[in-house]
């Protein structure tokens, strides 16, 4: 996201009221009543775990995002105030707009079955994206977070970030009679860094998405690549030496719907840039798929031309929208 575009986010967050996240007001439960918080959606043993069976207080509230109810929830460890935090969001997928993990273009799958983003680096968040007809969008969005940074957690804790969004997923699923299929707890998470390689050994989001043929004409000599999945967010950079020759990043769901926004709000922010939107189904939405040239679009001996723009966003998309079982 360029400096203007998070500038807007955060805004536009502020806006919405997101700011309540950091100071919960509301219902507080403890104990044996921490089952009934985020209205009985919150993953009580999962949050346990991560605390190494303290005992805990929740704190949440329900109030309005972006015209959307939503749920916020927190949990810490009781008496331990320094500790870390888990929060988490529960929220129609139309509910959009600063979507944490889910915006993520520097995100990896979270796997296991779930249309899903993990981020590792710096604070750890997870977030999870279920089919819902009853709600509106579609979908349901469980996003959550720990007030703590990855290198100061144990890697039990890291995966109880990731659990915790996908159980509270599943508990919320059920509340909201949603009938998209759900996952599997994640026996782990994946902690990767971007990968850069040449093009013809990609292996993850840069995978068959230049041509040898138009890799050895661009002069492109790697790719820059995040592991292949049905990330809500995935990205995949073209190299010529040191220099980005294009970006690729596919959106998906609330993610989708925050890019279109601020694409559409702030036109300067998308100079050359090339956009194209795919039908997919359910909460996945409409996928946004966009090509963008750093140097704003001007023309140089080497550079893309049209027909290679197209070309290079007909073959990410394909590969990208395959992946996360959007129609042909």
């Known amino acids: 996201m360029t400096g203007v575009k998070a500038l807007a986010a955060a805004l536009v967050m502020a806006a919405a009221g997101g700011a309540v996240w950091f100071g919960c007001a509301g219902g507080k439960a403890s104990g044996d009543d921490l089952g009934d918080s985020c209205r009985g959606s919150l993953a009580v043993e999962e949050a346990r775990t991560f605390f190494a069976g303290a005992d805990l207080e929740a704190r949440g509230h329900t109030g309005e995002w972006v015209g959307y109810d939503t749920e916020w929830c927190s949990v810490t460890a009781r008496g331990q105030d320094s500790g870390p935090t888990l929060r988490l969001q529960i929220r129609p997928v139309a509910a959009h707009r600063a979507s944490g993990a889910a915006e993520e273009a520097s995100a990896t799958p979270l796997g296991h079955g779930w249309d899903g983003s993990f981020v590792g680096r710096s604070r750890p968040e997870a977030a999870v994206l279920v089919d819902c007809a009853a709600l509106p969008g579609q979908g349901l969005l469980v996003l959550t977070e720990a007030t703590a940074n990855t290198e100061d957690l144990t890697s039990d804790q890291v995966r109880q970030v990731a659990r915790l969004a996908t159980e509270t997923a599943r508990k919320a699923a059920d509340r909201f009679h949603c009938e998209g299929a759900l996952g599997t707890r994640p026996s782990g998470v994946d902690l990767s860094e971007w990968r850069e390689v040449p093009p013809a050994r990609a292996t993850g989001t840069c995978r068959n998405v230049i041509p040898a043929a138009t890799a050895a004409r661009l002069g492109v000599t790697a790719v820059s690549e995040k592991p292949a999945g049905r990330a809500l967010t995935e990205a995949c950079a073209l190299k010529r030496g040191e220099r980005t020759l294009a970006g690729l990043t596919a959106y998906y769901g609330a993610s989708a719907q925050q890019e279109m926004y601020l ?66």
């Open 263 to 328: 694409d559409g709000r702030y036109p300067g922010s998308v100079k050359g840039a090339t956009m194209r939107a795919l039908t997919c189904k359910g909460a996945l939405g409409t996928a946004y798929v966009k090509l963008v040239r750093p140097s704003g679009g001007q023309d140089g001996p080497g550079d893309l031309r049209p027909a290679d723009v197209q070309e290079l966003l007909d073959t990410f998309a394909a590969e990208s929208t395959a992946r996360h079982g959007c129609p042909v």
